[in-house]
């Protein structure tokens, strides 16, 4: 549903060429809003979205991406921090390179592109900050000490910058996705799939459309005065955060 308080905004989301990021761009593209997206590889994009290249460990690519977006659309208005890896594995086998290369795009990623991002949001007075973390930053995760630190990481950043520019018409919420079918869950073993559905009250996996809706709304005015939230959408996985 298109919701008409809140169009016409420019919108950048870090990895939207696939999965997740790709459906939240879909969906504030359909809002009526100027979308743009950051991609690393080449990639095919739907119509009406800007694609920019950028790596979010770089910060220089960051501020060249941001640079492009502005000169397109206009300062961001809307940021969702959604680019994210895993390099899953038991603590005894986890390198500090598996650990660090995850913390560096999952969370220290985030903090790039939402520093860039508030330079314009404060001159604003207004803005909106999506955190795409994960149920396994909350509950945890065999295999994922590393992911999970991350993604619980990105709650601290989301609550600190709430207290920071939360008087400035600015929110920052956390969208706890569970199980969403992508590449990145793809990649599971089937047997690791069938014990997650068993625990998902839901009986099901989502598509990302289901979390790309979720944080439409949480980017939008009816949701002003939510900031510092973690949103789950995880079929009740991890009830409890
Ligand atoms: P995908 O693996 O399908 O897509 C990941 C995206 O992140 C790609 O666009 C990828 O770009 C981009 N990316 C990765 N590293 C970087 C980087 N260094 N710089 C810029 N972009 C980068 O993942 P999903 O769509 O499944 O996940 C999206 C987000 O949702 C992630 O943060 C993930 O942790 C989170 N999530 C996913 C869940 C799921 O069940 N799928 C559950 C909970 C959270 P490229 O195409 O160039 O590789």
Redesign the pocket.
């Known amino acids: 549903m298109t919701d008409t308080s809140t169009t016409g905004r420019s919108v950048l989301i870090?990895?939207?060429?696939?999965?997740?990021?790709l459906a939240i761009a879909q969906s504030f593209l359909a809002n009526g809003d100027k979308v743009a997206v950051?991609?690393?590889?080449a990639?095919e994009l739907p119509a009406g979205i800007l694609g920019v290249k950028?790596?979010?460990?770089d910060e220089a690519s960051v501020d060249a991406a941001f640079t492009e977006v502005e000169a397109a659309h206009g300062p961001v208005e809307v940021l969702v921090a959604?680019?994210?890896?895993?390099k899953d594995t038991l603590l005894m086998r986890m390198s500090e390179d598996d650990f660090t290369s995850v913390i560096d795009?999952?969370l220290t990623?985030a903090f790039r592109v939402i520093k860039r991002a508030s330079k314009g949001m404060i001159r604003a007075r207004k803005g909106r900050v999506v955190l795409?973390?994960?149920?396994?930053g909350m509950f945890g995760a065999p295999g994922q000490i590393n992911?999970s630190a991350s993604?619980s990481g990105l709650v601290g950043i989301a609550r600190s910058l709430t207290r920071e520019l939360g008087g400035r018409g600015i929110t920052a919420n956390v969208i706890a996705?569970?199980?969403?079918n992508?590449?990145?869950?793809a990649e599971l073993t089937e047997a690791t799939q069938k014990d997650y559905l068993t625990k998902v009250p839901a009986g099901r996996f989502a598509e990302?459309s289901e979390v790309a809706n979720v944080v439409r709304w949480i980017a939008s005015d009816e949701a002003a005065y939510i900031s510092g939230a973690i949103i789950p959408v995880d079929g009740g996985l991890g009830m409890g955060h």
């Open positions: 870090t990895g939207g060429n696939r999965g997740i990021g950051t991609y690393r590889s990639s950028a790596d979010v460990t959604n680019a994210g890896i895993t795009t999952n990623g795409i973390s994960s149920v396994s992911y993604k996705p569970g199980f969403i992508t590449d990145m869950t990302a």
